[in-house]
């Protein structure tokens, strides 16, 4: 049990470390000189996943943006996502959007790619409030409360506004809500917050695919799905 | 003898089929008012609920704040409901519950465990985890019909214990007795005023007392005191003593506060003591019982002795009549009257708040809907912010009040959650509490340097041409425009600082380059940029646009300032969440909708740019009063001849911008810098903000350049610096320097050996 936990914790801490250190130590990236990628066709420049190192083994294990705490002097706490017990896991996620989303809308799951733990489910554990909300609006989306969820949903994004998680589920509601083209943008917000976090991101351009279907844009749609396959 | 008689038996016959078809009339009014909806009710405006949760950035003063203003009772150990127990970082307390939009939260006890500034614990009284809880919402106002009723509707099952019988003690002992009228109730009223001297005691039944008020005018005549005992008798006939009692806690008349008429006991619970009507005490009922006979006459707040006074007289009577213990009532003689104070969040008003949530009401209802169906309008006021800036904005105009010409300075002031997209707090005068002229929405001022952000926006989004440290020229210039006149800016220090890296000329707010460089990108093409940051206005495409001629209300300024710090997303301001009918009923949402209008990576390098500014620029101030570790980004504005100062900027949670300026636009002592952001930064402090922290988009990549040329360089040579770049459009990196050249060259002699 505590072998795998402390390189886990420390790589995980390491990152969280990384990641809300002030401005002017950002570690570089070497991103070479390859030119243009901001015009690949989708705006925001998501176009050149493949070529960035961005995606480090250890990226799967971080886990959760404690709400507020994102000043440097709060302990992120975070949770080896793919060792983690796996009955809390599954049971304390009933929303998992994975599977709920699969059979409504005929969304394609995504493949697996030796991401030990998979689906979104797997992709990070969420702390109290935000899991408890993102609960509170799958049971009023199941019960047909769509503005029930979103706004459910809402006051989660309010708690935790950078958690990828709660954009996907806000994307998702919106879709059902068939606001397709709010869908597609609560999507893009969670991308730009889910870096290395790769299933996350294959299931945010899964929704983009879908939204974008809904509104008519086939090619966009295959854009998107090519970028969700890349993604993994 | 006979005709007389007969006259009489007819004239009496006549009388009483008079009197009986009065008395139909009558019962049809009665019934008629009584029976349908009796009462119109405003709609009620609430901030946004406190929400508790371990981790959650919550200073214990301030929570603690909230719950008195939400009229908490200190108490040794929880009693019920609105009942608060403090132990050092350990607080208990007992919430009330409330019916919200999205569910119902419980009335529930709560522990909460504060470490430093932040949540530590969040726990149910049984001890288990609690994920998430709320309290109910401050009420901050409501929407008044032209004749400023308002009340809160009670049942009779919500009052608190005494109430009904300290009424009936005081004001009517026969009501469960009698038939509408008491002849036994005006003899002892003629009694006890005989022996007391004095009027002590009025005749009219409680009965009479709602039918005063509810059907009748307030004219003194013996024809209108017999119309209304017999409305009183037929009330009586048909309704019974529980609806007649109802009534009456919600009718009566209980203070006036300004133009708004304070009714029912539902409101002046709130009004006077911030909690609700179930929760008062013994003392707290008697003053409020004791206030019927006299409401102004007896106001506890400007009466406060005459208020204690009755408030005891009537403890006594309840003594005497047994309707409480000796020892209750002696004890509740010893408390204060526990009025809510002025000045406290629970007796502050929130007009330039209210005033954009009246604005957007408007456009969706029916002014009607809104003063009459009692609906609960739920907003994202933030109170906590609201005080924060109120005292920013004071204790800095009382700062900066030695500088001549400082006290005419007006203000206008607005706090969102760049997030979200929701407004938190509003200022729209120096006197917060004054109803009048709203800056904050209506104050329509040139931007000045504010708009400078817009033009560099244009321009990094253009990589290919454009990067934070390509060189551009801060040299004096002049053109032509359409109209023969010539436009020739200046820098504010009259200087020109010759060739300089494009992300100097926004962090010192060069006119000269910026302006050149809005010349060189397209005054239309700024305008576009302008348009997609959500600006509304229609400015002409003068050059002079390009120094913020053009004018914006702070708001504007926020919607516009918004985009900015939220990634490029552009979310339209909301100041209201949602609404729920007088039932609980979900009626209306105002949902969160964002749309990506810049690339992330753009808006990253303006970012940067406009952290500079704080750290190294013009706002360079800010960190006289905040810590540098704290990340912030803006940028100040003053117009020509300091008419206005400006400043906007953001954390990553809280967004806000500061106009200062006189009413009659004359000049100010004050620029952006010395005025505006003077208040930006105090409220900041107070505010006590998260830093910025924009995740790295994955277009943008961080290069090192030497700070002297701007050429690509390595992290080991001096004056190296890093700076973020639209991948692609950074300068190729420099070899290494110092120690490691050597090292390389050993490595390589040394290879070169064993080969």
Known sequence: ?232 | MRPWLGWAIKLSLVGLVVLAVFAVYLDAVVQEKFSGKRWTVPAKVYARPLELFVGQKLAKTDFLKELDALGYRREGAVSGPGGVSVAGNNIELFSRGFQFYESNEPSQRVRVRFSGDYVAGLTQAGGGNLAVARLEPLLIGGLYPAHQEDRVLIKIDQVPPYLVETLVAIEDREFFNHFGVSPKGIARAVWINATAGQLRQGGSTLTQQLVKNFYLTNERSLSRKATEAMMAVLLELHYDKKDILEAYLNEVFLGQDGQRAVHGFGLASQYFFSQPLSELKLDQVALLVGMVKGPTYYNPRRNPERALERRNLVLDVLAEQGVASAAEVAAAKQKPLGITQRGTLADSSFPAFLDLVKRQLREDYQEQDLTEEGLRIFTSFDPIMQLKAESALADTLKRLSGRKGVDQVEAGVVVTSPESGEVQAIIGSRQPRFAGFNRALDAVRPIGSLIKPAIYLTALERPSQYTLTSLIEDQPFSIKGQDGQVWKPQNYDRKAHGTIYLYQGLVNSYNLSTAKLGLELGVPEVLKTLDRLGVEQKWPAYPSMLLGAGGLSPLSVANMYQTLANGGFNTPLRGIRNVLTAEGEPLKRYPFQIQQRFDSGAIYLLQNAMQRTMSEGTGRSVYNQLPRSLALAGKTGTSNDSRDSWFAGFSQDVLAVVWLGRDDNGPTPLTGATGALQVWADFMRKADPLPLDMPVPDNVVLAWVDASSGQGTDPSCPNAVQMPYIRGSQPVAGPACGIQAPVNEVMDWVRGWLD
């Open chain 1, 1 to 232: 049990m505590n072998k795998w936990l402390i390189p886990a914790v420390t790589a995980s801490l390491m990152l969280a470390g990384c990641s809300t250190v002030p401005r002017g130590s950002i570690p570089v990236v070497d991103g070479g000189s390859s030119i243009g990628s901001a015009q690949s066709g989708t705006p925001g420049g998501y176009g050149n996943q493949s070529s960035q190192p961005q995606a480090l083994p250890e990226d799967s294990g971080v886990v959760v943006m404690v709400p507020g705490g994102g000043g440097s002097s709060m302990p992120i706490q975070s949770f080896p996502a793919g060792n983690a017990p796996l009955e809390t896991t599954i049971s304390t996620q009933p929303w998992s959007a994975t599977p709920s989303a699969a059979p409504q809308s005929g969304y394609v799951e995504p493949t697996p790619s030796g991401i030990p733990s998979g689906g979104l489910a797997m992709d990070e554990q969420l702390d109290g409030p935000v899991l408890a909300l993102l609960t509170t609006a799958q049971q009023q989306q199941g019960g047909g409360d769509l503005n029930g969820a979103a706004s459910s949903l809402e006051r989660a994004q309010r708690i935790a506004p950078r958690e990828p998680q709660v954009l996907y589920r806000l994307a998702e509601v919106r879709l059902a809500q068939g606001d397709a083209s709010q869908a597609e943008q609560f999507a893009r917000r969670g991308l730009s917050y889910a870096s290395g976090r790769p299933a996350l991101q294959a299931s945010l351009w899964n929704l983009i695919a879908q939204a974008r279907e809904r509104q008519g844009d086939a090619a966009g749609a295959a854009q998107a799905r090519e970028q969700a396959r890349v993604s993994l």
